[in-house]
């Protein structure tokens, strides 16, 4: 009996320091996400969005995955990372989805993951799952800044430069907030 005491007393505390606890979302999705676009004249314009301030903020953020990522999912990131340096886009996203299993809610993770579908020419995919990994950056201006890049690079390979100016709009925002 003590011998499962013990294994249970472990196991606690074990899943109590696995937990994260993010920062609530003082900003609704609807700011960072894209808007609907309007037409005029029968060409789609796009919208301004509204950014929310990050000023303040900014030093309370994870920077990187290793600030905000587990061991496992780290060692599933630099897996990841190799295979995709080496022109292996499956062998990545294996890896990643692997990751998102142990730590589904991590923008670092979806977003690495629109990096290899952008680098795999699956450029609607990478733009979703960049739009996912802003969703749940918890207005992380780090993690926005390079996903709407990579909503950038996606929709300039689709061929909608509007939208793709739109998006790198948006990044350089969030990364001159981040310097001021």
Known sequence: M??????????LFAGCAAQRTAPPADESLSKIMPLPE???????QPRPAT???????AETR???AESYSGPA????????RSALSAGRNDQASAAL??????????????????????HGQRAEQAEATAEKSISLSQNN??????????????RSLLG????????????????DSLTN
Do not use: C, M
């Not at 950014?51 to 903020?57: D, H």
């Not at 201006?141 to 690079?153: F, G, M, T």
């Open 73 to 80: 999912v780290l060692s599933l990131l630099k897996q990841a």
């Open 141 to 154: 201006p780090y993690v926005a800044a390079e996903s709407w890049q990579l909503i950038a690079k996606a």
């Open 38 to 44: 309007q037409t005029v004249e029968g060409k789609p």
């Open 160 to 175: 909608d430069e509007t939208g793709a100016e739109a998006a790198q709009l948006k990044a350089d925002e969030l990364k």
């Open 62 to 64: 994870a920077r990187t």
């Open 97 to 118: 989805e692997r990751a998102l299993r142990i730590e589904p809610k991590n923008p670092f993770v979806w977003q690495t993951l629109a990096a290899v579908h952008l």
């Open 2 to 11: 003590p011998r499962f005491l013990l294994l249970f007393i472990a196991a």
């Open 51 to 57: 950014l929310p301030s990050y000023r303040g903020q």
